[in-house]
């Protein structure tokens, strides 16, 4: 009997999901159509502002749109198809992930430093944009509005590692496995609003590209995720 609820509970849940992601598609697709016009407008008017602002929001829903298939499809969504791989400048994808999260939390200071490989790493795009992109939310997201964020590249043989690390409330030590888990956040995390799916997502974006994911404590507060990803092909 407890088996079946917990079968009818999942289902019940996975349903629900369906169908929000059914629902936020909606609104996100009214506002990629006013962004594309506002594109169109700013490349007339020769205005790089609002064209870089325009260009940003069409990112940021191609990235929720990744999301919510993630959501309604399970892992599905986070294997990667050769149709959508290539060789990617992951310096490339960094930065510009970067420039996206200064625009709207402008209040942190994000440096980028360290060396990165020549060599590119292959794998899908859109996906490590998610990657990086849900680390430095979160970065943000637990991090006092004027604290900095560091995103910290290393190159070593066969392999980049980038690091985003923040000076919020850390991660507790004995819980920094299980915040990759479905739906869990950290006993520590308090008001701050949450899903508890962001970093399961990264966890499956890394090893989809056979990388590795591991949490740490910055120094002196704060955490540091490090991302490995092999180069080459």
């Keep these: 009997l407890t088996l079946e609820r917990e ?11 369906a169908m929000m992601c059914h629902e936020f598609r909606t609104p996100l697709t009214t506002i990629d159509i006013i962004a594309q016009n506002q594109k169109r407008a700013a490349t007339a008017a ?16 191609q990235r929720m749109n990744l999301l919510l298939t993630s959501l309604a499809q399970g892992n599905h969504s986070t294997t990667l198809e050769a149709s959508r791989t290539s060789s990617v400048s992951l310096r490339n994808i960094v930065t510009e992930v970067c420039d996206i999260q200064r625009l709207t939390t402008p209040s942190h200071e994000i440096t980028v430093t360290g060396t990165w490989s020549a060599v590119p790493v292959h ?22 509005a004027d604290q900095a964020i560091s995103v910290e590249a290393e190159t070593g043989p066969g392999f980049v590692e980038v690091a985003v690390g923040d000076r919020g409330i850390g991660i507790p030590a004995d819980e920094r496995e299980r915040v990759f888990e479905q739906f869990y956040r950290a006993s520590n995390t308090g008001a701050v609003e949450g899903t508890g799916l962001g970093l399961t997502l990264c966890r499956q974006i890394v090893q989809a590209h056979r990388g590795t994911i591991r949490i740490g404590e910055n120094v002196p507060s704060g955490t540091k995720i490090t991302v490995r990803l092999p180069i080459g092909a």
């Excluded at 079968?7 to 999901?17: D, G, H, P, Q, Y």
């Excluded at 899908?124 to 998610?130: A, I, V």
């Design 7 to 17: 079968m009818e509970s999942r289902l019940a849940l996975k349903n629900f999901v």
């Design 46 to 61: 020769k205005d790089d502002k609002a064209l870089t602002a325009a260009e940003s929001i069409r990112t940021e829903i």
């Design 123 to 144: 794998g899908d795009p859109q996906l490590l944009r998610q990657l990086f992109a849900n680390l430095l939310i979160n970065a943000a997201k637990y991090s006092g």
